[in-house]
């Protein structure tokens, strides 16, 4: 009786192996074919680029349906970024997603309800050549460890300085700050009291998307802000409290301004802060446009050279009906070739996350016209990111949380990077 | 008995029809609002994160959190704040300012309009022209103030200052409203009360408490009433005004944090329970007001 039962267990699983083997043979040869058989297949796909790149964006997805006519695409302006993540939630319980779309990254669209359809296209593919990719770009579409989307409009913090500024405080305009202490001594020379009233008029520093740049500090000082396999939260090593300290250092000696960043931008463009850090977005609705010689440089060095990775990505939302999200593919796929990515980055300024880009000529060319564009463009080599995970949202806002505590309540560095590690964990226990 | 006996009189057919004209509303009603209100308090008991289908069953946990939690303790605290400090000085400038208009002056067409101006823009963009009046580096507001040689302040980003002067704007914001509804209750008031009381010799100051408040009674009721719902649900400004609940949480209210648990942090099942509680206070506002109300309310 049990030689019987051990027989037929082994029976099963030999069956079981041969069929396995049989569908993984059949996966290495399938071709993405597309069921043309009732005609051009139409697809929904969302875009949460707002304005004039939308409009760029709208032109690529005309030029996609008039080159071809097996598929169609519906492109649908899904609002910012913002928005369009709380549009893709609610459509995500209500079961009404698009067939895929341009939205912001963020771990709740796609590897946390287990879609890694993409992936799946990508390596059925021979097509798609994905190490031209740059790697830290693969790290920004990862849930999990595994790629759930393909980056898209990308763009990383970029260090704007106003060179009229510069010259009043007798500083050399074309050698911006390269160094942490570089940028504090050049801050320092720039802030002023000009009235003579005890608050400063102009200040030397601040920034825009102040989360975001406080985790490049922390990637210039060789910090990587989380463990992300086992979750563990990293501000508390020497690394961490290290920024947090250089921060507080900035503060305290009059290089920025407590708590002034939700108005960083304002100041700048009024004239009243010689160093912005902020998106490299930036560059194209601002330049030529400023009152003041605008330039732009890298982020300035800690350890090394730095930059988180921001913007959106493609996302591919199964739709159940597997021709449908073989288009949905066909179109990402297009989208992510290197013509039409220069076309994306010549327009908008976004930068292109694959290597092959920059060879086009379209994009030598405007790299020649507009050099801070090249310094956005150079500077992704130094560009990482972590994989995404679910508190990454809650995260941001507990770093907020934290530099409020050191610029405004005084909080001594390692105690408001204890207070954030702390919280973090907590978060990240109570979810699990 | 009159409405009792109508009631009596409509055919079947007749009632059947009324049911028929009222259905659409009712079904936008259920759906809208009744079924969302009960699956908040359900929701409040799960950790749904807006992706998994519902969430689990995971008790009291989500109540024990917020209770134990700082940031949700200073939300109900500014909410009270923005409330307490709100809704009297909204009161009694609008009725101040009513009767004045109620008065036969000189322009004063052009003053009710240019009060009621501000209910009319869109709450985002005069919060924009705000933020932007508000901005220590270059605001107007600063620049008036060194003219009165007054050090300028950090308006929004100063801690102690950001509720204040949110306050300011929504009082500011909301003001014409309430004229309004005081001025149609003054303009209710017959005028044969207050002649007779000015020929027995009463004051105007006298004819102002004794005569036109009590009869105001039942408009004030209802302007206190909507200003606490609106005061505990205010959000807009706050959310547009200072992005991250201002210089330390200081003008995060209960309707921000729920919105950035829900959709900044996805945790929708906490995010439901503190909504719950919210429910919870209103109501219990609402119930006193009501209980104080039956006492002090003189419908003629």
């Known amino acids: ?432 | 008995m009159v409405m009792i006996d109508r009631l009596r009189t409509y055919k079947k057919e007749e009632v059947f029809f009324s049911y028929i004209c009222v259905l659409p509303i009712i079904i936008l009603a259920v759906t809208f609002v009744i079924v969302p209100l009960i699956s908040v308090f359900w929701l409040g008991f799960t950790n749904w994160d807006m992706v998994t289908d519902g969430g689990n069953f995971i008790g009291l946990k989500n109540y024990k959190y917020l209770i134990g939690n700082e940031k949700f303790q200073k939300s109900i605290i500014n909410t009270l704040f923005f409330a307490g400090v709100k809704i009297p000085l909204d009161l009694v400038l609008s009725l101040f300012i009513a009767t004045l208009l109620d008065k036969k002056i000189r322009g004063r067409s052009f003053f009710r309009a240019t009060f009621f101006l501000p209910v009319v823009i869109p709450m985002v963009a005069a919060s924009i022209v705000w933020l932007w009046l508000y901005n220590p580096m270059i605001t107007p507001l600063n620049q008036l103030l060194s003219f009165f040689h007054i050090k300028p302040s950090r308006w929004l980003y100063d801690p102690n200052l950001s509720m204040l002067c949110i306050i300011f704007f929504s009082l500011w914001k909301g003001l014409g409203y309430n004229i309004v509804i005081f001025l149609a209750g003054l303009q209710s008031i017959p005028d044969t009360y207050i002649e007779a009381a000015r020929i027995d010799g009463a004051s105007p100051n006298k004819i102002f408490f004794k005569i036109t408040l009590p009869l105001l009674s039942p408009i004030t009721y209802f302007v206190l009433l909507m200003g606490i719902i609106k005061s505990f649900n205010v959000f807009t400004q706050i959310s547009v005004m200072t992005p991250e609940g201002g210089p330390l949480y200081s003008t995060g209210v209960s309707v921000f944090y729920i919105y950035q648990q829900a959709f900044q942090n996805y945790n929708m099942g906490r995010a439901s329970a503190a909504a719950v509680i919210l429910f919870f206070m209103i109501l219990a506002f609402t119930l006193v007001q009501k209980y104080i109300g039956q006492k002090n309310i003189h419908y003629q």
């Open chain 1, 1 to 432: 009786m049990v030689k019987k039962g051990i027989a037929l267990i082994i029976a099963l699983l030999v069956v079981f192996l041969v069929f396995g083997c049989s569908k993984a043979d059949k996966k290495d040869s399938e071709q993405l074919v597309l069921d043309e058989s009732e005609g051009p297949v139409d697809i929904v796909f969302w875009y949460a680029i707002s304005g004039s790149k939308g409009e760029v964006f709208k032109g690529l997805v005309d030029k996609f349906n008039s080159s071809q006519d097996r598929i169609q695409v519906e492109g649908i302006f899904s609002g910012k970024y913002a928005e369009t993540a709380q549009k893709v939630t609610a459509a995500l319980a209500s079961k009404t997603l698009p067939n895929g779309g341009i939205i912001p990254a963020g771990p709740i669209f796609t590897g946390q309800y287990g879609n890694y359809k993409v992936l799946d296209y990508m390596e059925k593919d021979a097509d798609f050549d994905m190490s031209d990719f740059y790697d830290g770009i693969w790290d920004y579409g990862k849930y999990d460890g595994k790629i759930c989307v393909i980056p898209y409009n990308i763009s990383t913090p970029v260090m704007y300085y106003n060179k009229d500024l510069f010259k009043e405080s007798g500083l050399d305009p074309d050698s911006p700050p390269a160094t942490w202490d570089e940028l504090l001594e050049t801050a320092k020379a720039i802030t002023k009291d000009v009235d003579g009233d005890g608050v400063m008029d102009i200040w030397g520093y601040n920034v825009k998307d102040t989360k975001w740049i406080f985790k490049a500090f922390l990637m210039q000082n060789g910090n990587e802000i989380i463990d992300i396999s086992t979750k563990t939260p990293l501000f508390t090593e020497k690394s961490g409290i290290e920024t947090a300290e250089f921060w507080k250092k900035m503060i305290d000696q009059k290089a920025m301004p407590a708590g002034l960043h939700n108005i960083a931008e304002d100041m700048f463009l009024g004239g009243q802060l010689g160093i912005l850090m902020a998106s490299s977005s930036r560059i194209a609705s601002w330049m030529g446009k400023t009152e003041f010689e605008l330039a732009a440089a890298f982020l300035p060095k800690g350890k090394h050279f730095a930059v988180p990775i921001g913007g959106a990505v493609q996302a591919l939302f199964p739709s159940g009906d597997e021709n449908e999200d073989i288009a949905t593919y066909m179109f990402m796929k297009w989208l992510s070739e290197p013509e039409n990515l220069a076309e994306l980055s010549v327009n908008t300024g976004y930068i292109p996350p694959r290597k092959a880009v920059l060879e086009e000529q379209s994009v030598k060319n405007f790299l020649e016209d507009s050099p801070m564009f090249k310094v956005a463009f150079e500077q992704l080599k130094y560009a990482s990111s972590y994989w995404h995970f679910n508190e990454m949202g809650t995260m941001d806002s507990l770093i907020w949380e934290a530099l409020e505590k050191i610029e405004i309540e005084g909080f001594e560095a390692d105690a408001a990077m204890e207070w954030l590690s702390n919280e973090l964990k907590t978060e990240i226990e109570a979810n699990e």
